[in-house]
């Protein structure tokens, strides 16, 4: 039976798609490219494209066109987490690991697979620094530019209230502190929360940069299983804070790093109701909230909150510029005690990165530029996602995440992602290596995977080569 031309493009697409001729995250020829090339109906591509589209093999992104899904995992290749992490509260030892690490992460000379910053060329930082540039002209003939005390500057305020406002949080200005960037934000709201000594409930694997704060004040961690799509374990927390003396809770809800999940509003709200019930203070990490791959923002743990219990921290480091370093806190009923211990610490944040983001935010078109980012990282998951499942070691296990730039990557238990590291950086590749996400040594045959970066000959190389690496210390053949 002779086949109709959508049928014959179908097929022709179909088998491009699953011999990895069309990788997952690529865009299709557009319908009138395909037309034109083919000399083929509009009718008769667009029948063929949505074909595709009910078999599951492509996507359609309005006024983008079809991009190539990523194949279904089986249920086994989501990275087993062990079961129970350390239920005892320890001390916090990663900062010299990290810093190391990071250290060698930074060469220009290395493929950044390592890296924990998103992929500069994505973000217009030279707009923001233009803007920048152009107060500080206006402003100099003035005998003095006195940075902005806290809280920060009212403009600047009153623009991330308003973004609040946009992805549904309808924060009160007057809540909001200015800091030098998200870590700030955690440090000070930490600081406003515990004391040196006390317990802080974390997720495992979690966000180094918590573990820095912890580890900073003196503070102690106990940390808390944590699943690969929903999040914390509520009941292991309820249970820590039952048997030992917890004082806070940090956690990361959306687009955790490094596992990458978005917690249900479901979820959100019933760990918000748990901390009320004990009066635990609950320090939420926002950072990569601007950064989701779906249609609607996500809900926050703050939009949960009627008891002033959620600190909510973020910042514009991953979403606009790291180069500024400007972040906030929401610190609920900690607000006085987060606004002192800023003027105590570090004063004031610069008034002219301040002003800067302020000026993009009113008249640059942040949201657009979200836009772009966000169907740009989630194709560049889909392509990494499919080429570690293509070059590594047949048992693999990987993450899949919902927003943010990472991903989390299980190889055999034999495997020891530190000498990983560092024989795949006598390579020039880096890898972040497991062992920075916990205070015990759980994590040690992970490793977490930066796909922002464009893709390039280089990056794909270097995906095989650690890939063959792995299999290597593995003991088994790479596909």
Known sequence: ????????????????????????????????????????????????????????????????????????????????????????????????????????????????????????????????????????????????????????????????????????????????????????????????????????????????????????????AVEIATDPHEGIDLGALARAIERQSVAACMVMPNFQNPLGFMMSDEKKRELVALCTRHGLPLIENGVYNELYYGEAPPSTLKSFDTQGLVLHCNSFSKSLTAGVRIGWALPGRYRQEVERLKFLNTLSTPTLPQLGVAEYLKNDGFEHHLRRVRQTLAQQADIMRSMVRRFFPEHTRLSRPQGGYVLWVELAPQVDTMALYREALERGLTIGPGRMFSTSNAYGHFMRLNFSYAWSPEIEAGVIELGRMAAAMSGRNAP
């Not at 109906?41 to 996507?59: F, H, I, N």
């Not at 990290?98 to 992460?105: A, R």
């Not at 709201?189 to 900073?216: D, K």
Request: contains cysteine; aromatic residues 4%; hydrophobic residues 35%.
């Open 1 to 220: 039976m002779k086949l109709k031309l959508y049928e014959k493009l179908f097929h022709e697409l179909e088998r491009a798609i699953k011999d990895g001729v069309l990788r997952a995250g690529e865009r299709l020829p557009s319908i009138r490219q395909t037309c034109r090339t083919r000399q083929l109906s509009v009718t008769t591509v667009t029948r063929a494209y949505l074909q595709l589209e009910s078999q599951g093999l492509v996507d359609s992104r309005p006024q983008s066109g079809y991009f190539v899904r990523a194949r279904q995992a089986e249920p086994a290749s989501e990275p087993l987490l062990p079961s129970t992490p350390p239920g005892t509260s320890t001390d916090v030892d990663v900062s010299q690991l990290v810093l190391s690490t990071l250290k060698s992460i930074r060469s220009r000379r290395a493929v950044p697979l390592g890296s924990p910053y998103p992929d500069p060329s994505l973000f217009p930082w030279l707009r923001v620094h233009q803007q920048i540039g152009g107060i500080a002209k206006r402003l100099r003939d003035e005998r003095s530019v006195l940075d902005d005390l806290p809280p920060g500057n009212p403009e600047l305020i009153r623009q991330i209230a308003r973004r609040h406002l946009e992805s549904g949080l309808a924060a009160d200005p007057g809540e909001v502190i200015v800091t030098a960037g998200a870590t700030e934000a955690i440090n000070l709201c930490l600081q406003a929360v515990a004391r040196p000594g006390e317990i802080i409930a974390v997720e495992s694997p979690t966000y180094y940069a918590m573990l820095h704060a912890i580890e900073r004040m003196g503070m102690r």
